[in-house]
């Protein structure tokens, strides 16, 4: 089982955590962009296809069949066998699932693809969230959260601007080919990477978590919860936007892809920003617990307003809407991954990850303030019930 070293044991150098926050940014990019695809595609898909509105519903959510059931094994896949071989596996199943939608010529045929790219995508948030925690000194967390947040927010700007492009002169179907090929190139900066050994125990000689013991902790499911809440709209607007804009506000191709793609970069550039003003505050002495659940508190309350403003209000006044509520809550995703690699600490955070972000991928609005009650690094014991939250307050 490969392990990664204690909070209070070494921690890799500057370069290689640079490294590796690098290259798993880049792989939750491509990621982005190859999910992202179906819906840029959808108004071509559509006509080629003769697709029902409810048809492309079953398939812009199909992903998810195969993408939640899968994190929590891929969480413990990660701690079994180490999360440089999982992510690599997952990213070849996504690759070639995106590939071979180019082929498709049915509904079936879409919607087994879908959920195909599903299962190879799971994989990445647990194996990302663990590499981070073992690499990152907790202190810098935030930012290489928001860097890593980054990939994945920019991913749809950049799959929407280019995809839309590209389809719009080519076709979907060269489109899907070309990205499918391409997306296999990460492969090739990863296999030279070294996490580092396993480890027979953690420094501290504090025994590995079960995974019962993991899902017996409050702070888990509060943290679910809020992931639960966060992705709600976000995946919404994700999977609906480009197809929103097109068939019933009537903007052209061109307009939505221009759109989308400004919406999508206020995201990225908004959680970058935040996770680097995130560690500043903390490292100045201000409480991990109040920076990180007061940004998601004031994401959720200004997530209401703004979907309400998309609908109700006029095309203008509608996409400034959208434009601030990207903005809001890109200020909320470094807390997503952080709290967690915080919380659950390198022996834990692939499961814990992997239950969470499930968790998060149902999708719903509801708060969590309340639930989480401290976000610091736990005490995992070997007791039948789970310890009380650790209350040393995050350096």
């Not at 799971?122 to 990152?136: E, I, N, Q, T």
């Not at 702070?219 to 999977?239: D, P, Q, R, V």
């Not at 814990?352 to 499930?358: C, E, I, K, R, T």
Request: charged share 10%; glycine share 10%; hydrophobic share 55%.
């Amino acid at each position: 089982m490969q392990h990664a070293p204690s909070r209070a044991g070494p921690v890799p150098d500057s370069r290689s955590a640079a490294r590796l926050v690098l290259l798993v940014t880049a792989a939750v990019f491509v990621n982005y962009i190859d999910r992202g695809n179906l819906a840029t595609a959808a108004p071509l898909m559509q006509d080629e296809l003769h697709l029902s509105a409810s048809q492309l519903g079953v398939l812009l959510s199909a992903f998810y069949y195969g993408y939640v059931p899968c994190m929590p094994a891929m969480g413990w896949l990660a701690e079994r066998y180490g999360a440089k071989r999982v992510l690599a596996a997952g990213l070849a199943v996504w690759s070639l699932a995106t590939f071979m939608t180019g082929f498709a010529a049915s509904f079936a045929a879409l919607l087994a693809l879908r959920v195909l790219l599903g299962v190879g995508e799971s994989v990445a948030f647990p194996c990302a969230s663990k590499v981070l925690a073992h690499a990152v000194e907790v202190s810098r967390l935030g930012f290489a959260n928001g860097v890593f947040s980054f990939g994945y927010l920019v991913g749809p700007a950049v799959g929407t601007l280019l995809g839309g492009y590209l389809m719009s002169v080519f076709g979907w179907r060269p489109v899907f080919l070309a990205f499918g090929a391409l997306s296999m190139l990460w492969l090739w900066p990863w296999r030279r990477v070294v996490i580092g050994p396993p480890a027979a125990a953690p420094a501290t000689g504090e025994p590995q978590p079960s995974f019962g013991q993991i899902l017996r902790r409050r702070e888990l499911w509060g943290a679910s919860l809020g992931h639960f809440a966060s992705n709600y709209t976000y995946y919404f607007i994700i999977s609906w936007l480009p197809f929103y804009l097109v068939k019933s506000r009537g903007f052209s191709m061109g307009a939505m892809v221009a759109i989308a793609s400004w919406a999508y970069l206020l995201n990225a550039l908004s959680a970058l920003l935040m996770g680097w003003a995130t560690d500043r505050w903390i490292r100045a002495g201000r409480s991990a617990t109040l920076v990180y659940k007061g940004i998601m508190a004031a994401n959720h309350i200004a997530a209401i307003a703004c979907m309400a403003g998309m609908v109700m209000l006029p095309a203008a006044d509608s996409i400034a809407s959208l434009f601030v509520f990207e903005i809001v809550s890109g200020c909320s995703y470094p807390g997503l991954f952080a709290i967690p690699q915080i919380m659950a600490g390198p022996r834990a955070t692939g499961r814990w990850v992997g239950v969470q972000n499930a968790s998060g991928n149902l999708a719903g609005l509801i708060g969590w303030v309340a639930i989480l009650p401290k976000i610091a690094p736990l005490t995992w014991t070997t007791s039948a019930r789970a310890a009380p939250a650790a209350v040393v307050s995050h350096p």
